[in-house]
């Protein structure tokens, strides 16, 4: 379950954007998001690598906190 912090995730648009470049990767992934800490959870089939792709390739920084 890897948890990324996304200090560019700014709003609810971003929120959205970032959703779904994960579900295009793993349409079952189960995404949790705290705006206010810029942070997200996501439970996957995919690996921390290919989310964090992912999510750059929609225009944002993660940054990976764990991969748990």
């Not at 948890?3 to 971003?14: A, G, L, N």
């Not at 959205?16 to 349409?27: L, P, Q, R, S």
């Not at 996957?44 to 906190?65: K, N």
């Amino acid at each position: 379950m890897p948890q990324f912090q996304v200090q560019d995730m700014t709003c609810k648009h971003c929120e959205a954007n970032v959703i779904n470049a994960i579900k295009e990767v793993d349409a079952g992934a189960d995404i949790s998001i705290d705006l206010s800490l810029h942070l997200l959870t996501i439970t996957s089939i995919q690996d921390a690598a290919t989310l964090g792709d992912a999510i750059r390739e929609a225009g944002y920084t993660p940054f990976l906190l764990s991969e748990q």
